[in-house]
């Protein structure tokens, strides 16, 4: 079988299967499995593959066909201008993060050093791509997961910016100590009850801990905030990612907890998905 029936075929299997964009995703399959870029899969409709890589392919087909997200098949996802490493226990890097990128580079446009805390670091998407364009920060990440500090510690080795960045497996409450002159934090922000509406691909696949707020959804922003107030060095910045439906009861959080709101910023989709705020004393 050659490249341009393989994909015909994984292409209609998909279509089936309602899975959004089959063309693309069997396309990117497919290299996985050859090992060769897209460009490569379309310039050689006519080679033919051999047996190995057409089941290992079909494979990769039939799990997709399944809803099992892209990211989690090809164990990669890219983010702001890199690509991250991923696995079912972290969560797949969103682009509606990267508003967070393009107003830490922008807050610290001036600013040659600062240390920052990632709070839930997961594949270490924010933190490493702020690593790669301040290249005198220094950085820390937490997170409760051993496995995702496992695959932040490889895309920072990846990515060449292990020396400036710690990564602890703990709690929030165990960072007393430091002073931060930054907190960024993407935390589980859905709703328990909320959780069977998710895209099912994220349902089914997603890691739960990465996404369960608790009750309100807010049950970790809300530590984080707390926590967050003792670590951030006074007129230090905090940045939250939130949920749609979250700005009010979030700012009213921060500011009980001696913070000023600077601002709240929209996602692609035009919500509310971003805050950013500075500690006050
Ligand atoms: N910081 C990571 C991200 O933004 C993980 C966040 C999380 O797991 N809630 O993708």
Same mark, same amino acid.
């Not at 400036?164 to 328990?192: A, E, G, Q, T």
């Given at each position: ?7 015909? /075929? ?8 309602? %899975?959004?964009?089959?063309? =693309? ?19 050689? @409709? ?5 047996? $190995? ?7 990769? &087909? ?6 099992? @997200? ?13 690509? *991250? ?5 972290? !969560?797949? @890097? ?9 107003? $830490?580079?922008? &807050? ?5 050093? $600062?240390? *920052?805390?990632? +709070? ?9 791509? $702020?690593l790669k364009e301040k290249k005198s920060f220094l950085g820390t990440g937490v997170d409760l997961s051993q496995d995702c500090i496992n695959i932040c510690r490889y895309n920072a080795n990846k990515l060449g910016v292990s020396?400036?960045?710690?990564? !602890? ?12 002159? =930054? ?6 922000? %859905?709703?328990?009850?909320? !959780? /069977? ?6 349902? /089914?696949?997603? @890691?739960?801990?990465? =996404?369960?707020?608790? =009750?309100?959804g807010l049950s970790v922003t809300r530590k984080v905030i707390k926590k967050s107030s003792e670590l951030i060095k006074i007129h230090g910045k905090l940045i939250l990612e939130i949920g749609y439906d979250q700005r009010e009861? +979030? ?31």
């Amino acid at each position: 079988m050659n490249i341009e029936i393989a994909i015909k /075929n994984a292409c209609k299997e998909l279509k089936e299967n309602k %899975i959004s964009s089959p063309l =693309l995703d069997s396309e990117l399959l497919l290299s996985k499995v050859i090992k060769k870029d897209r460009k490569f899969i379309l310039l050689n @409709p006519d080679k033919e593959l051999n047996q $190995i890589d057409q089941k290992n392919f079909k494979d990769l &087909i039939i799990r997709r066909s399944k809803g099992k @997200p892209l990211a989690y098949l090809t164990g990669s996802k890219s983010f702001w201008k890199y690509d *991250f490493k991923v696995n079912e226990k972290v !969560l797949i @890097p969103r682009p509606d993060t990267e508003i967070i990128i393009e107003q $830490i580079l922008d &807050i610290y446009k001036n600013k040659s050093n $600062i240390n *920052f805390l990632d +709070v839930g670091i997961g594949s270490g998407c924010i933190a490493l791509s $702020i690593l790669k364009e301040k290249k005198s920060f220094l950085g820390t990440g937490v997170d409760l997961s051993q496995d995702c500090i496992n695959i932040c510690r490889y895309n920072a080795n990846k990515l060449g910016v292990s020396n400036r960045i710690k990564l !602890l497996k703990s709690d929030v409450d165990n960072l007393i100590f430091r002073k931060y002159d =930054l907190v960024v934090s993407n935390p589980p922000y %859905i709703k328990k009850l909320d !959780l /069977n509406k998710l895209d099912k691909e994220v349902k /089914n696949f997603g @890691p739960k801990l990465a =996404l369960d707020g608790g =009750l309100e959804g807010l049950s970790v922003t809300r530590k984080v905030i707390k926590k967050s107030s003792e670590l951030i060095k006074i007129h230090g910045k905090l940045i939250l990612e939130i949920g749609y439906d979250q700005r009010e009861p +979030v700012k009213k959080m921060l500011i009980e907890n001696n913070f000023y709101v600077n601002r709240i910023l929209k996602d692609f989709a035009n919500n509310d998905r971003c805050i950013i705020s500075t500690k006050k004393n």
